[in-house]
Structures are given as C-alpha cells and as structure tokens.
C-alpha cells in the first residue's frame, strides 16, 4: 500500500527557533514535494525535488528551505519561524513518468509558529 | 499559469442525495487528480483521471480533456462523505500539481 509519512501532526514553535518537517515515503518515488494550505488561499507549493539532492522552487519558497540527502526523504526547513509561517504543511510523491504520474500524500503537519 | 476552477464552492446535501462536483482547467493537461481532504486534513486520492470515465463503488469521474472540464459524482451520500473535495491538475511536462480550490461537502444524517 502506497504511504507517505510526516513525522507530526501538529507542531507547536517559538518566533525565531529553526524548525524541521519530515516526509519519508515508500514506494522509491522519484519526485517529493512540499505544499502549504492556507484558508482562502489553497494549496501552493513551496519547493519539490525531482532526484536525490536536486530542488527547484515553487510558488512560495521564500523563508524556506529544503534537503533531499536520501530518495525516500525530503526534509522542509524553516530557518526562522514566523508567525506568517503558520500554517498546514503537506509532502506528496510521485514516481517520474510521461506523461505526469499521480501524486499521493502525507497525513499533514498543523504548524503554529507563536 | 493554468487556471483550475472548482463549482459549487459549498454543497450541502441530505444523506442519500446524488451530488455532482465539477472542475474546469484553463489550458491542456495530461494529469488530473480528485482528492476528499477529511476532517483530519489528510488528502485521500479519489480518482487519476486525465481523460475518460473510472467508477470507485459509490464514486465515479469523467474528464472530457479537449473540453478542459472534469466532473465528480457521489451517488447515495453518506454523512463519511463530508470534507473538502479538490481537483488537481498538471501541464505537459511539469511535475506540479496545481489545485482548484474546492468544493466544501457536508452531508447530514
């Protein structure tokens, strides 16, 4: 069975600390991605990797960064929590393919960053 | 970039009632996905849907893709029905999925 796991659910940070999302997956997907979901905003995507150790941005990568030492695990990090940063954070995988291959996602981590 | 709109944005339904949920896209896709986000915020995969019709027990799908509209049936709805349901689209070529913003489904006993 397909499975994609963040290492929280909810997550509770201090203004400034450095904060670390974890997503390992299962299934030896090629592409992980990082997504935010915001009330009246959707999902955006912050970054994705497409290869172990490649990222490219996404829509919203600023005060984000991310690690991709592993082909299961892609790491979101949070250099300086702020309070904008609040939000509920989302990791997906897909295996390469043409055309696009389908995506399946992680349970989400519910960050409040006071 | 592509534009994925999502109708009707609220359903309310009685349980039993048939729904119909439907997704328009801006451009040509070649990937198109339906999730049901649940009360916990997990993203189920509903249908991978491109182009053609694919039926799940109560559930089925259709994308017309040379018309850039897919649409979602729930027949005989269940009060488990109830959540966010999202489509999901992807260009020729790019890995990113580009969401609609949903249609928020509450189905009362």
């Known amino acids: 069975d397909v499975k994609v796991t963040q290492s929280s659910r909810y997550l509770v940070k201090r203004t400034g600390e450095k904060v670390f999302l974890e997503c390992v997956q299962d299934m030896d997907h090629e592409n992980m991605f990082w997504y935010r979901q915001d009330p009246g905003l959707g999902l955006r995507l912050i970054y994705f990797s497409y290869d172990v150790k490649m990222k490219e941005k996404g829509d919203i990568p600023e005060g984000y960064s991310v690690s991709r030492e592993k082909k299961e695990r892609f790491s979101l990090i949070l250099e300086s929590a702020s309070t904008n940063q609040t939000s509920m954070y989302l990791c997906a995988s897909s295996p390469h393919g043409t055309p696009n291959t389908e995506a399946f996602f992680g349970q989400g981590t519910r960050l409040t960053v006071v | ?109």
Request: charged content about 10%; proline content about 5%; glycine content about 8%.
């Open chain 2, 1 to 109: 970039g592509i534009q994925v709109e999502q109708s009707p944005p609220d359903l309310i339904l009685q349980e039993g009632a048939n729904s119909t949920l439907r997704c328009n896209f801006s451009d040509s896709v070649n990937n198109l996905q339906w999730f049901h986000q649940n009360p916990w915020g997990q993203l189920i995969n509903l249908f991978y849907i491109p182009s053609g019709t694919k039926q799940n027990g109560r559930l089925s799908a259709t994308t017309v893709a040379t018309e850039r509209y897919s649409l979602l049936y729930i027949s005989s709805s269940q009060t488990t029905d109830s959540g966010v349901y999202f489509c999901a689209v992807q260009n020729t070529g790019f890995q990113k999925l580009v969401f609609g913003t949903g249609t928020r489904l509450l189905v009362s006993p």
